[in-house]
């Protein structure tokens, strides 16, 4: 298989699962509390219910090591049934339980599809695409942001916007089903091959972006409810998250192109110090301009530093790097299920300033964290166009 099919399919895969399976709730959500009366503590529990399974699906991948190909298809077919679902189903049980399995199925097309693109391209020699694999799920919320905003300008009720979204889906699984059966061939043996420890090096890693997924969750979540508030023109409000998709695949294909010789743990570092000042900005000022802000900085830097810290991974490891790549999206599960999870437990209104301040200071932490340390290699080594092959 060439590198930019490779490309194409992890593309539409991250696309699907991450784009629509994980993220598209977050525009769907301000028309589901205006048609439907969804209120903003029941929003907070079907996020949740889609973290626990993102975060289920996370330990699953890193407790039974499974094919990478296999975690991809099955991931995507699940996540198309289950928005599919989301369109038929009425009541907040249902959506709670269809939430979960989206979650779940995203987890493991996120640690499939992205491990067995990144290995077809270290294969080809082509890891300068990567940045078009994770720049999918950025086309992917996208688009959720687009439908969202002609749905919710039109008056389109939320299941006919689920449904549409499950058939995009649904319609990814078809011409990559047989494309992801395809192995590369620099991979020693089979994917399912049981990997040594995690290392001293690796658990930091681990650490650093389970803060990540904590940081970045709460504006990820609440950003086009907030411009909701502020502005209650759908064409107005509705433009935040399109916006916030729009940042992260011009980012991934930035970086992979004028940033391609530098080490992606320094990338991963960088990212995270812009997130910081993307999650603060909404705090010091309450204006459109400041959410315009955020949804620039953590959108042009959650999808970089998923891709570099995954690239990171695969040079650090010291076995399978899916098995790493597995434990670095347990992290961000675990981190990205404590912010919606306490933000009811505070004051109404303070929550998201307490919660957006706090994460900004642990983003700061970590990124310092991997600036002063350096895995198992020399500093500036191992550039996100050369990365070891696993």
């Known amino acids: 298989m060439g590198a930019t099919v490779a490309a194409g399919v992890g593309l539409a895969s991250l696309a699907a699962a991450m784009g629509i399976g994980r993220f598209a709730f977050t525009p769907i959500f301000p028309l589901m509390q205006e048609m439907l009366g969804v209120t903003m503590a029941e929003g907070a529990w079907l996020a949740t219910a889609n973290y626990v399974g993102y975060l289920l699906g996370a330990c699953i991948s890193f407790a039974l090591n499974p094919r990478a190909e296999v975690s991809a298809k099955w991931g995507l077919l699940a996540v198309a049934l289950a928005t599919l679902a989301m369109g038929i189903t009425t009541s907040i049980g249902g959506w709670l339980f269809l939430r979960f399995v989206a979650g779940v199925g995203s987890a493991f097309v996120l ?117 909701h508030t502020l502005a209650h023109d759908p064409m107005v409000f509705g433009w935040a998250w399109p916006l916030f998709g729009a940042a992260a695949t011009v980012s991934t294909v930035t970086v992979t192109t004028f940033f391609r010789f530098t080490a992606p743990r320094t990338i991963t570092a960088g990212s995270l110090v812009v997130m910081a000042l993307g999650v603060a900005a909404p705090v010091m000022y309450t204006s459109l301009a400041a959410l315009v802000v955020s949804a620039v900085c953590v959108g042009g830097t959650f999808m970089v530093t998923t891709m570099a810290a995954m690239q990171e991974a695969r040079r650090i490891s010291t076995g399978n790097a899916t098995k790493l790549v597995a434990a670095l999206t347990a992290a961000f599960g675990l981190g990205q299920l404590i912010g919606p999870a306490v933000i009811g437990f505070f004051p109404a209104g303070s929550g998201f300033t307490w919660l957006s301040a706090a994460a900004a200071a642990l983003l700061m932490c970590s990124a310092v964290a991997l600036l002063v340390t350096h895995g198992n290699a020399l500093p500036g080594t191992q550039p996100l166009s050369d990365e070891r092959t696993r």
């Open 111 to 227: 640690v499939g599809a992205s491990s067995w693109a990144l290995a077809h391209l270290a294969r080809h020699r082509r890891s300068d695409l990567a940045g078009w694999v994770f720049g999918g799920v950025g086309i992917g919320i996208c688009l959720a942001g687009l439908i969202a905003l002609v749905s919710g300008t039109l008056r389109t009720p939320p299941a006919q916007v689920w449904t549409v979204l499950g058939i995009i889906a649904l319609a990814v699984v078809l011409p990559t089903w047989r494309r992801l059966s395809v192995e590369p061939q620099t991979l020693q043996g089979p994917t399912n091959t049981a990997a040594a420890p995690l290392d001293r090096p690796a658990w930091l890693l681990v650490a650093c972006y389970g803060t990540f997924g904590f940081g970045y969750i709460i504006p990820a979540t609440f950003i086009p409810a907030a411009a």
